[in-house]
């Protein structure tokens, strides 16, 4: 009778998060990163039986799909930084900008942007007293300077700083 092998002299096992589920964070346990997707099929190969090798032809499809879930997730990563970069452009476009947007209580108002937040997930516009999420914006009305938006609002009664919001 066999017993099944517990160490294997002079083999060292790295610890890699991605395998044990004592991480701190809340990880995900149903995907494997490549480092341990390699480990484990330099693992079937270091131990397989002699008498029924691995096929060879499942083993470069499974080479082969490693490839591709790896240039997957670096063309996903790729997207998702420019998706960013595009998003701080925009917010960064829009300051000295009459925008029209949408209000936390659900009316549209509009107002002179002053400046732009871009740390986070989402950029932030602000206009007036208010921070509003880049995404609410739903319309640029002009591109005036800060002066001349200053000066429409001074004589328009809403005051002299040209960062009131209007209904």
Do not use: H, W
């Given at each position: 009778?066999?017993?099944?092998?517990?160490?294997?002299?002079?083999?060292?096992?790295?610890?890699?998060?991605?395998?044990?589920?004592s991480?701190?964070?809340?990880?995900?346990?149903?995907?494997?990163?490549?480092q341990?997707?390699?480990q484990?099929?330099?693992?079937?190969l270091?131990y397989?039986?002699?008498?029924?090798?691995v096929?060879?032809?499942?083993?470069m499809?499974?080479?082969?799909?490693?490839?591709?879930?790896?240039?997957?997730?670096?063309?996903?990563?790729?997207?998702q930084?420019?998706?960013?970069?595009?998003?701080?452009?925009?917010?960064?476009?829009m300051v000295?900008?009459?925008?029209?947007?949408l209000?936390?209580?659900?009316?549209?108002?509009t107002?002179?942007?002053s400046?732009?937040?871009i740390?986070?997930?989402?950029?932030?516009?602000k206009?007036?007293?208010?921070?509003?999420?880049?995404?609410?914006?739903?319309?640029?009305?002009d591109?005036?300077?800060?002066?001349?938006?200053?000066?429409?609002?001074?004589?328009?009664?809403?005051?002299?700083?040209?960062?009131?919001t209007?209904?």
């Amino acid at each position: 009778m066999t017993s099944p092998i517990t160490t294997v002299p002079g083999a060292t096992v790295p610890q890699d998060p991605t395998l044990s589920g004592s991480s701190s964070s809340s990880t995900d346990n149903t995907t494997l990163s490549s480092q341990a997707f390699l480990q484990l099929l330099v693992a079937q190969l270091k131990y397989q039986d002699p008498s029924s090798p691995v096929d060879t032809s499942s083993f470069m499809n499974e080479t082969a799909t490693l490839t591709q879930v790896q240039a997957m997730q670096q063309s996903a990563q790729t997207s998702q930084d420019m998706l960013a970069a595009q998003r701080a452009q925009t917010a960064s476009s829009m300051v000295g900008r009459t925008v029209a947007y949408l209000a936390a209580d659900g009316s549209t108002k509009t107002g002179y942007v002053s400046a732009a937040t871009i740390s986070g997930a989402s950029p932030t516009l602000k206009i007036g007293d208010s921070t509003i999420d880049l995404s609410k914006v739903t319309q640029v009305l002009d591109g005036k300077s800060s002066d001349d938006a200053a000066a429409a609002s001074s004589t328009s009664g809403s005051g002299a700083s040209g960062s009131g919001t209007t209904s």
